[in-house]
């Protein structure tokens, strides 16, 4: 994995099953990465996740197929109970994995000293985004990979990557936090579960549809956070996607519903040096799996070639049906 | 329980300008019975309305005043120049500084230095490797169960601070909600916070109360109270109670925990004179009393 011998963006792909892995790997993954099941990585979703025995399969059939397998272990482990996190990382190591994803430092630490040859890569909800915050995690943490918080522009990317001592990887397709990844308390502030707390942002048996004439009202628990219009599109119930009033009007004061699509940006991320794309998604299907990263890795494929982008249309397969650069975009911030 | 416990008047979130700022450092330098004072900017640099030098004659008279004096730092350091600024910061400040990001933990190696809230600090292990790398008092992040604050607070005793008063910050980014709430960018905000010197609401479109926005932060509409945790707090080995400036008289605040902490009154009076020290807003133990009641009903339509 040095960075001179890069002729092609690693494309780093979503499995939230068994059968969402073996799809990505069929569809020309790079690496996968996925979590256990349980509260130690950020999509602790009823139904996701591998048991022990499951990731040790995923793990050999991503080897014996020339691909990496990375185990996220990025939620924030909880005071008195730390174990559980240096367990998934203990057995993400005995099983295998290439790499393993995380955002704490304390944990980071503890793997570092028990596991000193396991690569570790610094998760996008660690939030670190500079670099002398990247710098304290390398030096500090032995880390070797940063996944970079959705939060920067181009010109950012431009400036940091090529100064970095570790190799980056970037979020091109997907959901989209509005909010730094891993400094974000909203869900927790209406249903008391939250990505940092155990793994979940907007848990589903909090989310209540319901009707007001003819609009369809969006509810978190008691809070209303959405009024949709028939034949408008409803993405997932985020609060930070949600309408509100503000100034006496309505607005969706953070973000429109819609998920980040980079793939034209891939010549211009390649150039600067970063090393992987990422595409998010773990909560996603095996179809939207295998459709994605076959675009995603066609647009590689596309990029490392100097040829022009021709990336098929995903654009049913977003969030309220839109795509936005996110920071990317002239005027985002 | 050791040690008599510190009341930390934490940082002004909001962008008041610097004759405001300088107001009213200058009447908690005389009036408030405040044991350490955090000043600084913490949201956006574009406000920042304060000079260092500016700063260290704040600093000055607050010393005066008898209360220690540190400067806080940026929450979420993204562009060139917000690095600089907070590179220059280190290098220039002659006293304590808070890390709110791993960048300003990295420019501080070595040096003895406080942790805000802003940085996640959930478990025993991390707030450990923390204090071992020279910090002096972890504030924790305002998401923490009662119970997490006293396992973390039993392992450091003393060393940890908790937010008592004060709207809690829940969210921050990189894009500016106020400036966009207006159609402009965070570049062209022509400073739109400066018109909201306690945050601008943000309501539900059944027009409760929910969310304060402020710049690239998000924080409660409530404010956070929790007199009625401070027993157990302290008895678990909190060493600081952090209060947060609102756009209240925060001398009079500062009072009234005050008075709680020599036990000249209890936690029911704390709430009252709060309540009528906070008109139109809703106190909320917050995390500490469980989960937070985020967008409460108008009492009329409860029922």
Redesign the interface.
Known sequence: MERAAVSRLEVVCPAGTPAALEAAVAAGADSVYFGFRDGTNARNFPGLNFSREEAEEAIAHCHRHGVRAMVAVNS???????ELWQRAVADAHALGADAVIL?????A??ARSRFPHLRLHLSVQ????????I???T??AGIRRVVL?R??SME?IR?LVPALPVESEVFVFGGLC???E?????S?????R?P??DGVCSPAEWVRYGREGPMLTVRL???????IPPGDKAGYPTL?KG?????GR??R???EPASLDLLSRLPELMAVGVRAIKIEGRQRGRAYVERVVRAVRGAAEQAARGRPLDAPDLRTLMEGGRATEG?LAR??? | MGGTPLLVLGPVLYGWPLRRLRDFYFKIADEAAVDVVLLGEVICTKRTSCSTATWLEIRERLERGGKTVAMSTLALPTERRELESLRALCREWPGLIEANDYATLHLLAGRPHLVGAFINVYHEATLAVLLEEGAVRVCLPPELSLDSVRLLARSAPGRVEVQVFGRLPLALSARCHHARSLGRTRARCRFACRDDPDGLALFTLDGRPFLTINGIQTLSASYLEASFQVTELLASGVGALRILPQDVDMVAVVAAYRALLDGRIGPEEVRAILTRLCPGRTLTGGYLAGRPDPAPAPAAAKG
Do not use: K
Request: proline share 6%.
């Open positions: 924030y482990p909880q005071a008195g109970r730390a955002a704490d430092l304390g944990l630490r503890w660690a939030s670190a985004a500079n670099p002398e915050a710098a304290y995690w030096e500090r918080p939060l920067f950012d400036t509005v909010m730094a891993g400094r974000c308390m909203l927790s502030y209406v249903t008391g939250s940092n707390l628990g008691d809070v209303l956070i959405d009024r930070c309408c509100y009033r503000v100034r309505a607005m004061p953070f973000e920071a005027g985002w911030r």
